[in-house]
């Protein structure tokens, strides 16, 4: 069982920056790929970014691209997602989600049914 916490939510104007962190409990962290999701009102939870379980494969959803950077600190047992150029767009709930992966290939799963386990979620609103 993996409980996933986030936090760095919060108000901030376009074009801001915002870090998100995604504390994850247990000790076998480094074998899980995590990703990021989000949930504007109204609409469906959709993939914002993605890394595998040594942090050497990344994706990300195209509106994102070359303004999030996801990385991860295994030691520490932590994933982020780092910001910036935020856009009124981008105001959702953000979710942080992981899934078990212990294949010879690494994955970044981009479906949210591909992951077993999700954080509560953290709020950010990007006021224009």
């Known amino acids: 069982q993996v409980q996933l916490v986030e936090s760095g939510g919060g108000l901030v104007q376009a074009g801001g920056s915002l870090r998100l962190s995604c504390a994850a409990s247990?000790?076998?962290?480094?074998?899980?790929?995590m990703g990021w999701f989000r949930q504007a009102p109204g609409k469906e939870r959709e993939f914002v970014s993605a890394?595998?379980?040594?942090?050497?494969?990344?994706a990300y959803e195209d509106s994102v691209k070359g303004r999030f950077t996801i990385s991860r600190d295994n030691a520490k047992n932590t994933v982020y997602l780092q910001m910036s150029s935020l856009k009124p767009e981008d105001t959702a709930v953000y979710y942080c989600?992981?899934?078990?992966?212990?294949?010879?290939?690494?994955?970044?799963?981009?479906?949210?049914?591909?992951?077993?386990?999700w954080g509560q979620g953290t709020q950010v609103t990007v006021s224009s």
């Open positions: 989600a992981a899934v078990r992966d212990v294949g010879v290939a690494v994955r970044t799963p981009r479906r949210s049914y591909d992951y077993e386990y």
């Open positions: 247990g000790r076998t962290f480094s074998s899980y790929a």
């Open positions: 890394i595998s379980r040594n942090g050497g494969s990344k």
